[in-house]
């Protein structure tokens, strides 16, 4: 069967291999992969940054950003043939740690987990795959192939969760929510803002074309310039570009008690001259918190389920701004400005 692969931390190293039926190892359940989106995760594997082949391999499957149609399931249980299913990304380590234990591996203290496409465990970007029945999550068939923003949406329910448990902390009414980034998770983290009734602003740098169209039929504001000028004090940001002037912008920003949750994955090399003690002093006095965020466990999976039902489907199809056979994979690596999310369709529909 084919299947995308790369030899991690090696640039241009991807190819469409022939590769083996899935093992059995990997689980009973035997699914037809129909799409996979790519994302800067992957862009980064692509280009030599980032990535681990399986142990003994060389070479790894890339994909984590699923939807696939399970082909095989075992009797009894929760998957049958015809389900729509994304797979969950992380693996829990083997110790397993004292979050892993508990299920909650994007908590993973050691490090020794595994992710699907990312690290040590061949991904989803080929034919078919096998998987545990626990690590594979039903999607409403009424999805259709919108299913596959089901994995980026898990990582901003993941964010949304741990800004509501940190602001819980003393009373926690917020009303004003800004998103930095209007890239996919950034108009996820927007349009879960909106379902749950804030006034959310987002930003990027593009003035015009699909991102801020999309911002606003959200019921959303869009902006291009500084936080500051156009929103005072939000209760939250959401920051989803990894750049350091505004991850700084954030914590400088954000209201007194606010929370600032960081989702972006930046380049080392950055460095910024900032005035600590002001910063520091502002932290403090105002009880901001910040917190990173990454990937996301079966809860967040359920919630982004929920999200993506209640959510309007031509809004979500609007996110899906290409669709690339896998035959052309490389079609899918290029961007334009107004590209959002581009999915590779494994199977065409
Ligand atoms: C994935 C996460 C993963 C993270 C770090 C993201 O692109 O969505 O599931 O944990 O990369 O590897």
């Not at 949750?261 to 005035?275: E, N, P, Q």
């Amino acid at each position: 069967m084919k299947a995308l692969t790369v030899v991690p931390l090696t640039k241009d190293s991807a190819r469409l291999d022939d590769i083996g039926e899935p093992p059995e190892s990997d689980g009973p359940v035997l699914v037809q992969t129909l799409a996979v989106g790519i994302c800067g995760t992957d862009i980064e594997i692509l280009s030599g940054e980032y990535g681990w082949a399986p142990p003994g391999h060389k070479r790894l499957v890339l994909g984590h950003e699923s939807l696939g149609k399970v082909l095989e399931a075992p009797a009894g249980g929760d998957l049958a043939v015809g389900d729509y299913v994304v797979g969950i990304v992380r693996r829990p380590d083997p110790v397993p740690c004292a979050n892993c234990a508990v299920d909650e591996w994007d908590f993973c203290r050691n490090g020794e987990y595994t992710e699907r496409g990312i690290k040590q465990h061949d991904g989803y970007l080929s034919e078919r795959y096998r998987i545990q029945p626990d690590f594979a999550v039903k999607v409403a068939p009424a999805l259709g192939t919108l299913g596959v923003l089901l994995e980026p949406t898990s990582v901003v329910a993941k964010a949304w969760e741990e800004v509501d448990r940190i602001g819980g902390r003393a009373h926690w009414a917020p009303k004003t929510a800004v998103v930095t980034g209007a890239g996919p998770i950034g108009l996820l983290a927007a349009m879960i803002g909106v379902q749950r009734g804030l006034d959310v602003h987002v930003f990027d740098q593009v003035a015009t074309g699909l991102k801020p169209d999309l911002v606003a039929a959200l019921g959303a504001t869009y902006h291009t310039g500084p936080i500051e000028e156009s929103v005072k004090d939000p209760d939250v940001v959401i920051e989803c570009t990894g750049v350091s002037s505004l991850v700084l912008d954030a914590m400088e920003h954000v209201g007194t008690g606010g929370v600032v949750c960081l989702t972006g994955v930046s380049s080392g090399g950055h460095t910024l001259s900032v005035d600590e003690g002001q910063l520091n002093r502002s932290m403090v006095l105002e009880n901001v918190a910040v917190v990173g965020s990454v990937n996301a466990n079966r809860r967040h999976y359920q919630a982004a389920a929920d999200a993506l039902a209640a959510a309007d489907p031509a809004w979500l199809g609007r996110l899906i701004t290409r669709r690339v056979p896998l035959d052309r994979w490389e079609q899918a690596l290029e961007r334009s400005a107004d590209d959002v999310k581009v999915v590779i369709e494994v199977t065409p529909s």
